[in-house]
């Protein structure tokens, strides 16, 4: 038998995961979202990992209030811990039922501490506040929390929105601080571009020489994306990629371990499990591993330990022994597999990209002519690698009716270098998941829901590609 590597509760969808590293182990908090109607609130669950492959699920660990509190949603937040060993965690609290003064549900930060490891909580009300004068009251959200070590004080960061100015441009982290995570001052803002409608989710950490902020936007994309400088005060500039990954992959944190450091968030699923179905929020918890390049950039991949977890070869044949060339300078070439490949599976291929060459990469799923698929396609002339599939939406009967002037899955297209030379993609699907890695710099998840199976290809077009490596392999449990 076999498990999903990604973890969803069997009751309900996987929201913001705040993370927590202890003794080796990941404390990954989340919304647990169920989509009833009426909501019946939100709570905070509990899921441990220590190979980021298996999950335990501990149920809730944070429950929400009653239909009458302020927080019958218990929305996304921090944990630290202090000194003396007892956690606090922070969280924005919100109930429909309660509108602020600018007509919007009331959010609130709201304190909670522990004293047994973070196995119950008990919730300080009396210690609740707002924001301040000259802010949205309903947007004051996702308090995050981090100790700094220069001038001794707590420092807690905010979602915010200013509560003038154009619309979708009010948006900016607040910041509150304090000597003792008990009692909080407003103070100047973290981080005020006036660039988005608000930066959701922030976090804060410090690698080597550079500081970095994450944050997840929903304005002209809705993606995490990150900010580089040499001091938590900024300035704070833009890296040329400066997104974690796609539109799938939202409100992403971070947790450190042992020098490494892990974004955790979650895939989002869509309206009726269908590929042409509207995003959703809320979804599956995927992890990816960031990597420090030499200017201090960031790079996303899959985890080494999840990589590891796929033991097992899976032999396939595609045409004749590698290497295999693929020619086609004014055309289309591709070679699918004979064998269909289980649902799951973890996948590497090594790509020998010519120069001048339009688009390569691999067919997932796929029929035995390659006609219908999945496809990871890297384009070097644009400079991108997008995920698409073959057949799109069909709106009629007439053969034009058919979205073929769609050029790939809408918000799905992830920059990256792709000059002519040797490149590797790295996938993984499990399900109707999948997430896709170029040289372990680039990340692209996404939902696959139409095409429950089938084979693998490998394909060139406009140009002349050689795939030197194939491994393909599959996991095993008792």
């Not at 009751?11 to 909501?39: A, M, S």
């Not at 902020?213 to 704070?236: C, H, Q």
């Amino acid at each position: 038998m076999t498990y999903s590597v990604f973890f969803q509760p069997t009751d309900g969808w996987v929201g913001d995961v705040i993370p927590f590293q202890k003794d080796g182990e990941f404390w990954l908090f989340y919304l647990h979202e169920v989509r009833n109607d009426p909501k019946p609130g939100t709570s905070w669950n509990l899921v441990t990992t220590k190979d980021l492959t298996r999950f335990e699920d501990h149920g809730v660990s944070l429950h929400h209030g009653g239909e009458g509190e302020a927080d019958f949603n218990a929305y996304t937040g921090s944990v630290v811990c202090d000194e003396s060993g007892m956690h606090h965690l922070f969280y924005t609290g919100q109930n429909p039922r309660h509108l602020g003064s600018d007509g919007a549900p009331l959010q609130l930060v709201m304190h909670a501490t522990s004293t047994d490891g973070m196995l119950t909580w008990i919730k300080h009300p009396e210690l609740t506040f707002g924001a301040p004068a000259g802010y949205e009251s309903g947007d004051w959200r996702d308090p995050f929390v981090f100790k700094d070590e220069a001038s001794g004080l707590w420092r807690m960061l905010l979602a915010a929105r200013h509560a003038d100015g154009p619309d979708r441009r009010r948006g900016l982290i607040a910041q509150c601080v304090s000597p003792d995570l008990m009692d909080w001052e407003h103070t100047e803002p973290f981080w005020d571009p006036r660039r988005y409608i608000t930066h959701e989710c922030p976090d804060v950490f410090a690698w080597g020489d550079w500081w970095y902020l994450v944050y997840s936007e929903f304005s002209e994309s809705f993606t995490t994306r990150y900010r580089m400088a040499k001091s938590p005060d900024g300035p704070w500039t833009v890296p040329p990629r400066d997104s974690v990954d796609g539109r799938a992959f939202y409100a992403s944190k971070t947790a450190e371990r042992d020098g490494r450091r892990f974004f955790f968030g979650w895939v989002a699923s869509k309206e009726g499990n269908h590929d042409d179905g509207a995003w959703q929020w809320a979804g599956t918890m995927s992890v990816l591993e960031a990597r420090q390049n030499d200017d201090g950039t960031l790079a996303f991949s899959l985890a080494d330990e999840l990589v590891e977890s796929f033991w097992d070869d899976i032999p396939v044949s595609l045409g004749d022994d590698l290497p295999l060339k693929l020619h086609a300078p004014d055309g289309y070439t591709a070679m699918v597999s004979d064998e269909v490949l289980p649902r799951q599976f973890y996948a590497r291929a090594v790509l020998q990209i010519e120069a001048d060459t339009s688009e390569c990469g691999l067919l997932l799923r796929s029929s035995a002519d390659g006609d219908e698929s999945y496809i990871i396609r890297l384009e070097p002339k644009r400079g991108r690698m997008v995920f698409d599939r073959w057949p799109r939406e069909i709106s009629g009967d007439a053969q034009w009716h058919v979205s073929g002037d769609v050029p790939f899955e809408i918000e799905l297209e992830r920059p990256c270098e792709l000059a002519s030379g040797e490149h590797t993609l790295e996938l993984v699907v499990d399900g109707d998941l999948c997430v896709a890695v170029v040289d372990r710099q680039v990340a692209l998840s996404t939902r696959i829901y139409g095409l429950p199976d089938g084979r693998i290809g490998v394909f060139a077009g406009e140009g002349t590609t050689t795939l030197t490596d194939l491994e393909i392999r599959k996991r095993t449990d008792n």
